[in-house]
C-alpha cells in the first residue's frame, strides 16, 4: 500500500505560504528597481497621498480603493474636480506579472505607467515632475516607489486556487461545472489563462464606441478596439464591467460572450456563439465569483 | 606555461565520447546518481536502476501485469538512497513519488489531478526538496520545489505551456538552470536562471541559437548545455562559453557525475517515406520501395495521398529533436518532379494528416498554441489551421461515389463490411473492380463482388494512391543510446 503522505498539510502549508495561493513566488521586477521594504513602505504613502492631484482631491485609491479590490464602483473614473474620464479604473492587483499596462498597453512598464493617472487632465492633472518635488522626491524615485508598491498588490487563495491546488472540496458542484464550461464549451481559457487568468494580450471582443483601444499604439487595424484581458481576479466584486463599464453584471458579462460578443469587422476569431444552457450560464457566473480571495498588499 | 594548459585543456575536452548502454532497452527518462554509479530508467513500464560499471539491472517498482500504471521521468538523490519519479497512477494522470533505491514502498509525495504531468528534475544537495515541473490541466507548466518530505509544492514560475526540457538546481542550492523559449515568437530556446528564493531571474546565455537542457558542473562554476548537435559549457565567472563537443548526433542530456563525467542520451536512426507499387494480382505490396523525398533524411513520416493524386502530403521533423511535441511541418511533394512545398501551420504538434475530400485542406490531430487539443484542417494555400469539431467529417466522400460510413464501405446501394474498426481511407482498384480501404495501419482490399475481403501487407502508416496502384509508406525507427563524455 502506498500513502498519501502530506495531503493532510496542505492547510497548514498554505497558511505559510509567502505569496497568496495560486502565484508565483517569484515576481518580475526590473533589474534596476528591484522590491525593497523601504521603497514599497513609500510607494504605499504615496498611492493614498492626496498631493499627488493638482487640487489635493484624490489620490491613487481614490480610484484603486482597497475595499473594492483596487478598483472603484463607476462605470468610467473620475477625477478632480468632476471631471470625467473615458475609461473603467481597472483593479490593479498582479500587475507585477503584467507585461504592458493601460486598457491599451500604452505603458511598457509599472514605472512608466504610473506617471500617466498623475499627469493625465481628466484623473490628477499634475506633471509627474511638480508632483515629485511637493513630496521632496525625485520623479525618478516617485516613480520606482509607486510601482514598487503596486508590485506589492497581490489577489490569490480563492476557493479556486484552493481547487487546482488539490482541494476537490473547495469548488462546490457548480463552480466545478462553471470551472469546466471555462476551460472548455465557452473558450474562455482561450484568452483568460494561466495563475492570473490573462493571456496579456489585445482582443476585441466587441464592446465600446469609438475607442480605438490597443490600435492607436500598435497602428495595426486589426487591434481596432481591442483591449487588453483583464485578469479576472476577484472580478465578482467590482462591476460594472469592461474597459468603458457598459456591462452591468457578470450575468450579463456571460450573456455577451453567449452571443458570441457583439459582431463588428474586428471581433476576435476565438469567440463565437456559445449556446449556453440557463443552467451553464449559472455554473460559469458561480465559477467566476469563486475567483475572490484574498488581497495582501504592502509586503514583500 | 599558458600553452601547457591550453594543451591540457583541449586533451580534455578532446578525449572521445564512449557509449555506455545500447540496445533495445534504452530509454531516456532517468539520470545517472552523482556517485556515478547508477543510472536511472525505465523497464517495460517499472522502474529500474542500471549499475553503470557491471551492467546490472535491478527493477525497483513491481507492477501489476497487464496494469495501466507505469514510471516515466525520475532522478536519483545526491546521497544515492532514493530516486524521485513520475509515475502514471490509475486514475489516468502522473503523480510523484520517492521510493529507497534499496526497495520498500513508495510514497507519494504529490497528486493532483488538476496537475495531469509531473517531472522531478533534480534534488537539492541536502536531499529535502525536489525541483519539479508541474504540467497543469489548464496548459500552464510551473516550475516548483517541492519538499522531499511531502507538504505544498513552492510554485516559482509559471510558464506558457510549453515547458522546460530540463531544468538543474546548482549546487550551492541557490540557482535553478531552466530552458525556454528566447522569446515570445520564437522557436529556440535559451536557458535561464531563476533564484530559487524567487527574488530574481535573468537570461543565461544571450547568443543565438537552441540551447537547451542546462545541467550544472559539480563545482557550481558551470553550466552545461547542449547546442544544435553538440554540448557546450558556460562559464558563470565570465560568462563565455565554449563548446565540449561538436556533432555529437540528437542529444538528450541526461546529468553529471562528481567525477564530471557527462551522461546524455543520443536519439539515433529516423524515418522516411517511401513509396511503392501495389501487385494487384497478389494482393501484396510489391516492386522496390523509393524513398519520396531526399531533403531532411530520416525525418519523415505519415504520407496521405491528395485526392487528385498529384501531391503527397507528409510530416517532416524540423530543429533538434528532443524530448515531447518536436517541430513538425507539413510537406507537399508534387506526384510527377521534384515540387516540394512546406506548410507550417501555427500548431505545437501535429500527428496523422490525410486530406480532406475537396483536396483543399489537410486534416491533422494536434494541439494549438495555447494547448487545446484536436482535429484541425490546415489550409493547403494559407497554410490556416482552423479548429473543426466533427472529426467524422475525415471519413467524407471518396474520389469517386464510394463513401465510408462507420465501419462499412458504401458504393451507391451495395454496401460491405471492411473488417476495420475505425476506416479512414479509400481508393478505387485500377481496374475498378475492388476498393483499398485502409484505417492508416491496415489496409484490407474489398471486392465489389462481394467475394471475401483480401488482407494487403503493407508497413504500417501508409497511404494509397487513388490510382490504386502505389501506396506511400513509412519505414525505420528511432533508438536510443547511453554515451558518457568528460567534461573539462
Same mark, same amino acid.
Given at each position: 500500500?502506498?500513502?498519501?503522505? %502530506?495531503?493532510?498539510?496542505?492547510?497548514?502549508?498554505?497558511?505559510?505560504?509567502?505569496?497568496?495561493?495560486?502565484?508565483?513566488?517569484?515576481?518580475?521586477?526590473?533589474?534596476?528597481? &528591484?522590491?525593497?521594504?523601504?521603497?514599497?513602505?513609500?510607494?504605499?504613502?504615496?498611492?493614498?497621498?492626496?498631493?499627488?492631484?493638482?487640487?489635493?482631491?484624490?489620490?491613487?485609491?481614490?480610484?484603486?480603493? &482597497?475595499?473594492?479590490?483596487?478598483?472603484?464602483?463607476?462605470?468610467?473614473?473620475?477625477?478632480?474636480?468632476?471631471?470625467?474620464?473615458?475609461?473603467?479604473?481597472?483593479?490593479?492587483?498582479?500587475?507585477?506579472?503584467?507585461?504592458?499596462?493601460?486598457?491599451?498597453?500604452?505603458?511598457?512598464?509599472?514605472?512608466?505607467?504610473?506617471? %500617466?493617472?498623475?499627469?493625465?487632465?481628466?484623473?490628477?492633472?499634475?506633471?509627474?515632475?511638480?508632483?515629485?518635488?511637493?513630496?521632496?522626491?525625485?520623479?525618478?524615485?516617485?516613480?520606482?516607489?509607486? #510601482?514598487?508598491?503596486?508590485?506589492?498588490?497581490?489577489?490569490?487563495?480563492?476557493?479556486?486556487?484552493?481547487?487546482?491546488?488539490?482541494?476537490?472540496?473547495?469548488?462546490?458542484?457548480?463552480?466545478?461545472?462553471?470551472?469546466?464550461?471555462?476551460?472548455?464549451?465557452?473558450?474562455?481559457? #482561450?484568452?483568460?489563462?494561466? &495563475?492570473?487568468?490573462?493571456?496579456?494580450?489585445?482582443?476585441?471582443?466587441?464592446?465600446?464606441?469609438?475607442?480605438?483601444?490597443?490600435?492607436?499604439?500598435? %497602428?495595426?487595424?486589426?487591434?481596432?478596439?481591442?483591449?487588453?484581458?483583464?485578469?479576472?481576479?476577484?472580478?465578482?466584486?467590482?462591476?460594472?464591467?469592461?474597459?468603458?463599464?457598459?456591462?452591468?453584471?457578470?450575468?450579463?458579462?456571460?450573456?455577451?460572450?453567449?452571443?458570441?460578443?457583439?459582431?463588428?469587422?474586428?471581433?476576435?476569431?476565438?469567440?463565437?456563439?456559445?449556446?449556453?444552457?440557463?443552467?451553464?450560464?449559472?455554473?460559469?457566473? #458561480?465559477?467566476?465569483?469563486?475567483?475572490?480571495?484574498?488581497?495582501?498588499?504592502?509586503?514583500? | 606555461?599558458?600553452?601547457?594548459?591550453?594543451?591540457?585543456?583541449?586533451?580534455?575536452? +578532446?578525449?572521445?565520447?564512449?557509449?555506455?548502454?545500447?540496445?533495445?532497452?534504452?530509454?531516456?527518462?532517468?539520470?545517472?546518481?552523482?556517485?556515478?554509479?547508477?543510472?536511472?530508467?525505465?523497464?517495460?513500464?517499472?522502474? @529500474?536502476?542500471?549499475?553503470?560499471?557491471?551492467?546490472?539491472?535491478?527493477?525497483?517498482?513491481?507492477?501489476?501485469?497487464?496494469?495501466?500504471?507505469?514510471?516515466?521521468?525520475?532522478?536519483?538523490?545526491?546521497?544515492?538512497?532514493?530516486?524521485?519519479?513520475?509515475?502514471?497512477?490509475?486514475?489516468?494522470?502522473?503523480?510523484?513519488?520517492?521510493?529507497?533505491?534499496?526497495?520498500?514502498?513508495?510514497?507519494?509525495?504529490?497528486?493532483?489531478?488538476?496537475?495531469?504531468?509531473?517531472?522531478?528534475?533534480?534534488?537539492?544537495?541536502?536531499?529535502?526538496?525536489?525541483?519539479?515541473?508541474?504540467?497543469?490541466?489548464?496548459?500552464?507548466?510551473?516550475?516548483?520545489?517541492?519538499?522531499?518530505?511531502?507538504?505544498?509544492?513552492?510554485?516559482?514560475?509559471?510558464?506558457?505551456?510549453?515547458?522546460?526540457?530540463?531544468?538543474?538546481?546548482?549546487?550551492?542550492?541557490?540557482?535553478? @538552470?531552466?530552458?525556454?523559449?528566447?522569446?515570445?515568437?520564437?522557436?529556440?530556446?535559451?536557458?535561464?536562471?531563476?533564484?530559487?528564493?524567487?527574488?530574481?531571474?535573468?537570461?543565461?546565455?544571450?547568443?543565438?541559437?537552441?540551447?537547451?537542457?542546462?545541467?550544472?558542473?559539480?563545482?557550481?562554476?558551470?553550466?552545461?548545455?547542449?547546442?544544435?548537435?553538440?554540448?557546450?559549457?558556460?562559464?558563470?565567472?565570465?560568462?563565455?562559453?565554449?563548446?565540449?563537443?561538436? $556533432?555529437?548526433?540528437?542529444?538528450?542530456?541526461?546529468?553529471?557525475?562528481?567525477?564530471?563525467?557527462?551522461?546524455?542520451?543520443?536519439?539515433?536512426?529516423?524515418?522516411?517515406?517511401? @513509396?511503392?507499387?501495389?501487385?494487384?494480382?497478389?494482393?501484396?505490396?510489391?516492386?522496390?520501395?523509393?524513398?519520396?523525398?531526399?531533403?531532411?533524411?530520416?525525418?519523415?513520416?505519415?504520407?496521405?495521398?491528395?485526392?487528385?493524386?498529384?501531391?503527397?502530403?507528409?510530416?517532416?521533423?524540423?530543429?533538434?529533436?528532443?524530448?515531447?511535441?518536436?517541430?513538425?511541418?507539413?510537406?507537399?511533394?508534387?506526384?510527377?518532379?521534384?515540387?516540394?512545398?512546406?506548410?507550417?501551420?501555427?500548431? @505545437?504538434?501535429?500527428?496523422?494528416?490525410?486530406?480532406?475530400?475537396?483536396?483543399?485542406?489537410?486534416?491533422?490531430?494536434?494541439?494549438?498554441?495555447?494547448?487545446?487539443?484536436?482535429?484541425?484542417?490546415?489550409?493547403?494555400?494559407?497554410? $490556416?489551421?482552423?479548429?473543426?469539431?466533427?472529426?467524422?467529417?475525415?471519413?467524407?466522400?471518396?474520389?469517386?461515389?464510394?463513401? +465510408?460510413?462507420?465501419?462499412?464501405?458504401?458504393?451507391?446501394?451495395?454496401?460491405?463490411?471492411?473488417?476495420?474498426?475505425?476506416?479512414?481511407?479509400?481508393?478505387?482498384?485500377?481496374?475498378?473492380?475492388?476498393?483499398?480501404?485502409?484505417?492508416?495501419?491496415?489496409?484490407?482490399?474489398?471486392?465489389?463482388?462481394?467475394?471475401?475481403?483480401?488482407?494487403?501487407?503493407?508497413?504500417?502508416?501508409?497511404?494509397?494512391?487513388?490510382?490504386?496502384?502505389?501506396?506511400?509508406?513509412?519505414?525505420?525507427?528511432? $533508438?536510443?543510446?547511453?554515451?558518457?563524455?568528460?567534461?573539462?
Amino acid at each position: 500500500m502506498t500513502r498519501a503522505a %502530506g495531503f493532510v498539510l496542505l492547510a497548514a502549508a498554505i497558511a505559510q505560504a509567502q505569496v497568496p495561493l495560486g502565484l508565483d513566488a517569484y515576481i518580475p521586477a526590473p533589474e534596476n528597481n &528591484p522590491l525593497s521594504i523601504e521603497k514599497i513602505a513609500l510607494g504605499r504613502k504615496l498611492f493614498f497621498d492626496k498631493r499627488l492631484s493638482r487640487d489635493g482631491s484624490i489620490a491613487c485609491a481614490s480610484c484603486h480603493d &482597497p475595499n473594492l479590490a483596487f478598483s472603484d464602483a463607476r462605470p468610467v473614473a473620475l477625477g478632480i474636480a468632476g471631471r470625467k474620464g473615458t475609461r473603467r479604473s481597472p483593479r490593479i492587483a498582479n500587475r507585477a506579472y503584467g507585461k504592458s499596462f493601460f486598457w491599451d498597453g500604452r505603458a511598457a512598464t509599472l514605472e512608466e505607467q504610473v506617471g %500617466g493617472p498623475i499627469a493625465n487632465p481628466l484623473e490628477m492633472d499634475l506633471p509627474v515632475a511638480e508632483a515629485a518635488s511637493r513630496v521632496n522626491l525625485s520623479e525618478t524615485e516617485l516613480r520606482r516607489a509607486l #510601482a514598487s508598491y503596486v508590485r506589492t498588490i497581490l489577489a490569490g487563495d480563492s476557493p479556486y486556487d484552493r481547487f487546482v491546488a488539490g482541494d476537490r472540496t473547495a469548488l462546490n458542484a457548480q463552480a466545478q461545472e462553471g470551472l469546466k464550461i471555462f476551460r472548455g464549451k465557452g473558450g474562455c481559457i #482561450a484568452c483568460h489563462l494561466g &495563475p492570473n487568468l490573462t493571456d496579456e494580450s489585445f482582443h476585441n471582443t466587441g464592446v465600446g464606441a469609438g475607442d480605438e483601444g490597443r490600435a492607436k499604439w500598435s %497602428g495595426r487595424p486589426e487591434d481596432t478596439a481591442a483591449f487588453k484581458t483583464p485578469s479576472l481576479r476577484d472580478v465578482a466584486s467590482t462591476p460594472p464591467y469592461m474597459h468603458d463599464g457598459s456591462v452591468a453584471t457578470l450575468e450579463d458579462v456571460v450573456e455577451h460572450y453567449n452571443r458570441g460578443g457583439r459582431a463588428n469587422p474586428y471581433l476576435d476569431s476565438e469567440l463565437h456563439r456559445l449556446q449556453l444552457t440557463d443552467a451553464e450560464k449559472r455554473a460559469l457566473v #458561480a465559477f467566476l465569483k469563486s475567483l475572490s480571495g484574498t488581497i495582501r498588499e504592502g509586503s514583500l | 606555461m599558458r600553452t601547457l594548459s591550453t594543451i591540457l585543456l583541449l586533451a580534455a575536452a +578532446l578525449s572521445p565520447p564512449k557509449p555506455v548502454w545500447t540496445g533495445p532497452s534504452v530509454t531516456l527518462l532517468g539520470g545517472p546518481s552523482k556517485d556515478g554509479r547508477w543510472l536511472s530508467y525505465v523497464d517495460h513500464g517499472d522502474l @529500474a536502476l542500471r549499475e553503470l560499471a557491471s551492467g546490472r539491472t535491478v527493477v525497483i517498482t513491481k507492477r501489476a501485469n497487464g496494469s495501466k500504471e507505469f514510471a516515466y521521468f525520475s532522478t536519483i538523490s545526491p546521497d544515492s538512497r532514493r530516486i524521485a519519479y513520475a509515475w502514471f497512477n490509475k486514475l489516468g494522470f502522473y503523480e510523484l513519488r520517492v521510493v529507497d533505491l534499496d526497495g520498500g514502498e513508495p510514497r507519494i509525495l504529490y497528486r493532483n489531478e488538476e496537475t495531469g504531468f509531473v517531472q522531478p528534475c533534480a534534488w537539492s544537495a541536502d536531499g529535502s526538496q525536489i525541483l519539479t515541473l508541474l504540467f497543469r490541466k489548464d496548459n500552464i507548466s510551473q516550475i516548483v520545489m517541492q519538499p522531499a518530505a511531502g507538504g505544498l509544492p513552492k510554485v516559482l514560475k509559471s510558464l506558457n505551456w510549453i515547458y522546460p526540457k530540463k531544468m538543474d538546481l546548482s549546487p550551492d542550492g541557490r540557482w535553478i @538552470a531552466y530552458d525556454s523559449f528566447a522569446s515570445e515568437n520564437s522557436g529556440e530556446r535559451t536557458i535561464y536562471l531563476l533564484a530559487v528564493d524567487g527574488s530574481r531571474e535573468r537570461r543565461l546565455i544571450s547568443e543565438p541559437g537552441d540551447h537547451l537542457f542546462p545541467v550544472w558542473t559539480p563545482d557550481g562554476n558551470s553550466v552545461v548545455y547542449a547546442s544544435g548537435t553538440g554540448v557546450r559549457m558556460l562559464d558563470l565567472a565570465d560568462g563565455k562559453s565554449r563548446s565540449i563537443a561538436d $556533432n555529437l548526433g540528437r542529444v538528450v542530456p541526461l546529468g553529471i557525475t562528481q567525477d564530471r563525467t557527462y551522461y546524455y542520451g543520443l536519439r539515433t536512426g529516423g524515418t522516411d517515406v517511401y @513509396a511503392s507499387e501495389i501487385d494487384m494480382a497478389q494482393g501484396k505490396s510489391g516492386g522496390s520501395p523509393r524513398p519520396v523525398s531526399i531533403r531532411f533524411p530520416g525525418r519523415n513520416s505519415q504520407p496521405s495521398w491528395s485526392p487528385d493524386g498529384q501531391w503527397l502530403a507528409f510530416l517532416s521533423r524540423r530543429g533538434t529533436e528532443t524530448f515531447g511535441e518536436e517541430t513538425r511541418v507539413l510537406v507537399l511533394r508534387a506526384a510527377k518532379g521534384d515540387g516540394e512545398r512546406e506548410l507550417a501551420p501555427k500548431l @505545437a504538434r501535429m500527428d496523422a494528416p490525410h486530406w480532406t475530400p475537396d483536396g483543399k485542406a489537410l486534416l491533422v490531430r494536434g494541439t494549438d498554441r495555447l494547448g487545446r487539443e484536436g482535429l484541425y484542417r490546415v489550409d493547403t494555400e494559407t497554410a $490556416n489551421a482552423v479548429r473543426v469539431a466533427e472529426p467524422v467529417d475525415a471519413n467524407g466522400c471518396s474520389p469517386a461515389k464510394a463513401v +465510408l460510413c462507420g465501419t462499412e464501405l458504401r458504393v451507391g446501394a451495395e454496401r460491405y463490411e471492411t473488417t476495420l474498426a475505425k476506416p479512414t481511407e479509400l481508393a478505387w482498384a485500377p481496374q475498378r473492380d475492388a476498393i483499398f480501404v485502409g484505417d492508416g495501419s491496415r489496409l484490407v482490399r474489398i471486392p465489389l463482388d462481394h467475394s471475401p475481403v483480401q488482407k494487403v501487407d503493407t508497413p504500417s502508416g501508409f497511404s494509397i494512391h487513388p490510382n490504386g496502384r502505389t501506396i506511400a509508406f513509412t519505414a525505420g525507427s528511432t $533508438n536510443s543510446e547511453v554515451w558518457a563524455l568528460k567534461i573539462p
